[in-house]
């Protein structure tokens, strides 16, 4: 069984940070998204995977490269321009031969792995195997109406009225069945070739289409609120680990890892939070929730419930809470009335506050 991993796309939803990043390589807890996706793969088993890739690619090889650091063989497959997901199972035909494969959208994260819907596939005889979450707000989903046995009977996208509370999660299992339905559907009004058109063709042609229902935790990381969520329940379950340098005057309190090179001077950390390699943290209060990439600098500064990516430094910020600040991005104090801030800073940015 082989993998195809999506990570292409634009990430609109999180710009500006995406103008000058990939989607899937935001970190949560210091790991990029799409590490933990590549991660639930291997440890189901796969080891071949292809990812398609988009304007972003370069980054994407740079990160992952051959693959051999999770155990894997990684083929690249490029895609020209954002062309549904439905277009990604066509380019990647020569990739996938005649094998089953499990499709995993790179910026889904998913707490509890894909291992129980690989075998569930494997030992199930279907053609298309869809992974589903029950969601409070299904008219924002691809939903997914069931029959009596778990059988998908049919597909909307993003319904106005939804016929059911049941979300497509970015996860898939397909046979090599798939490819006929790729081939036979038109593009969208949205000019992309989707998905749950393919798998509503396989219904309809009497195709095997079953579901699988998500056991963990599972979020689109493509919006800010999902991304710090995810932070947050990974951080929940680290353990302590100081391997860098605390001064006396500094206080460490619940679940803190502090990484090589990292020194804090001064100030008061309360976990859960992570704190990057080479990190310098001075005079400042971080609090739980937050993750400080490598390299950073935080000094007279209260954070909190936030993402702070490499190289980035922070000074005399009174508090920052439920942000995500992009790489090498400088936040400085400028004069005026002390307030809370949030805010989400694309790469190399430069912003003064007033705090």
């Known amino acids: 069984m082989k993998a195809l991993v999506l990570a292409g796309g634009r990430g609109t939803r999180l710009r500006p940070l995406t103008h000058t990043s990939a989607k899937q390589l935001v970190p949560v807890a210091n790991k990029p998204v799409l590490f933990y996706g590549l991660e639930a793969i291997r440890d189901a088993g796969i080891t071949s995977v292809g990812i398609i890739i988009g304007d972003t690619g370069a980054e994407v090889r740079e990160a992952v490269g051959d693959g051999s650091q999770f155990g894997l063989e990684v083929t690249y497959i490029p895609q020209e321009a954002p062309l549904g997901l439905a277009h990604c199972v066509l380019i990647a035909r020569e990739f996938l031969g005649d094998e089953p494969f499990v499709m995993y959208l790179g910026d889904n994260f998913l707490i509890g792995g894909i291992a129980g819907l690989v ?50 999660v970015g996860v898939y299992s397909f046979s090599p069945a798939i490819h006929e339905a790729v081939q036979a559907i038109t593009p969208s009004a949205r000019g992309e070739l989707e998905i749950t058109d393919a798998i509503q063709w396989l219904i309809e042609n ?39 340098t605390v001064d006396g005057l500094s206080e460490i309190t619940g679940r803190v890892v502090i990484e090589p090179g990292a020194v804090v001077e001064n100030s008061v950390l309360r976990g859960p939070i992570v704190v990057g390699a080479d990190a310098k943290i001075q005079s400042s209060y971080v609090g739980p929730f937050t993750s400080i990439g490598p390299r950073c600098v935080v000094q007279d500064t209260e954070v909190e419930y936030s993402i702070v990516l490499d190289d980035s430094s922070i000074h005399g910020v009174s508090r920052l809470a439920h942000s995500l600040i992009g790489r090498n991005v400088e936040v400085s104090r400028a004069d005026g009335t002390p307030n809370t801030y949030g805010l989400m800073v694309g790469d190399h940015s430069r912003i003064q506050v007033r705090a």
């Not at 494997?122 to 992974?131: E, F, I, N, P, S």
């Not at 990381?221 to 860098?244: F, K, S």
């Open 119 to 168: 075998d569930a596939f494997r030992h199930g005889g279907h053609d298309a195997q869809v992974l589903l979450t029950r969601v409070a707000e299904p008219q924002f989903y691809g939903v997914a109406e069931l029959g009596p046995a778990g059988e998908i009977v049919g597909l909307q996208e993003k319904p106005a009225f939804p016929r059911s509370d049941m979300a497509i």
């Open 206 to 244: 009497d195709y095997s289409v079953h579901s699988h229902m998500v056991t963990g935790y599972w979020k689109d990381t493509g919006r800010l609120q999902d991304l710090l969520e995810c932070n947050r329940m990974i951080l929940e379950t680290v353990e302590p680990d100081n391997r860098g």
